[in-house]
């Protein structure tokens, strides 16, 4: 029987979960997927990401592939909801779909945008999902430093280190921070990011916003390639992985 590859189309809450990728000693979202996607099937299933989220981050779109031997029909059409009845309310899955056997969920991704959340005032209904700062921050200044992220540039200094990647430059399309009812959200689009940037990023955005650095400062941390000229990393709770485009995905 004719093996096919299909991309799966979902979310999930990353609050419980040791980030997506399968860790030793630890539930992931893709252990939880695969066993779902294994029984619904009727056959071992490995998924492939799109990338990699760290414990706690959350996903509104997350596309992983899959290779199938022998399904039919009615399996595909019914797997949405079948998959979704074996998945914890914490991940749900939208849509399964075929594609060319060549197609990779996470080489072939050309775009892909995060947001992170923060607010001022403690929230019950914020927790997990959002970072509560307990601050004030010129929202202006902080604009004015992301504009600096723009452009194709080397982002060493906001990467975790050893992480085997073949090159650290990527291309930021966008990056603005506006406000929402007691909080902010910060909107980042790049055609790819290192483990950790968003983050860190963050990070050092924050720092502008409380003046311990001037916005201009972005440009001699990016160019030293240094991590430890950037800030810290924010906490996980407030990211999100918002899109993910390929050339031949169709938003629903």
């Avoid at 914490?90 to 197609?103: D, G, L, N, T």
């Avoid at 923060?118 to 914020?126: A, G, I, T, V, Y």
């Avoid at 990011?193 to 990070?203: E, T, Y």
């Amino acid at each position: 029987m004719e093996t096919k590859r299909y991309f799966v189309e979902l979310s999930y809450d990353g609050t419980n979960y040791h980030g997506w990728q399968i860790q030793p000693n630890a539930v992931s979202v893709q252990e939880c997927l695969d066993k779902a996607l294994s029984t619904y099937f009727r056959q071992q299933v490995a998924s492939l990401g799109c990338g990699r989220t760290d414990t706690g981050v959350h996903a509104t779109q997350f596309f992983a592939h899959i290779d199938l031997v022998g399904v039919s029909e009615r399996q595909l059409l019914n797997a949405t909801t079948g998959v979704n009845a074996l998945l914890p309310y914490s991940i749900a899955v939208h849509r399964i779909f075929e594609v060319a056997a060549a197609a990779h969920a996470r080489f072939d991704a050309t775009a892909r945008a995060y947001h992170y959340y923060l607010h001022f005032r403690k929230n019950p209904f914020k927790v997990n999902r959002s970072w509560l700062y307990k601050g004030k921050l010129n929202v202006e200044q902080m604009n004015k430093a992301a504009e600096l992220l723009l452009g194709q540039k080397d982002f060493s200094c906001f990467s975790k280190s050893n992480t085997q990647t073949f090159t650290n430059n990527c291309n930021i399309s966008y990056a603005k921070f506006e406000q929402q009812a007691d909080g902010l959200v910060f909107t980042i689009k790049a055609d790819r990011f290192l483990r950790n940037m968003v983050r860190a990023i963050m990070g050092t955005l924050v720092m502008v916003g409380e003046g311990v650095i001037e916005a201009e400062h972005l440009t001699d941390i990016i160019a030293s390639k240094n991590r430890s000229n950037a800030g810290q990393s924010v906490p996980a709770c407030g990211l999100f992985l918002t899109s993910v485009v390929y050339p031949y995905v169709e938003s629903d």
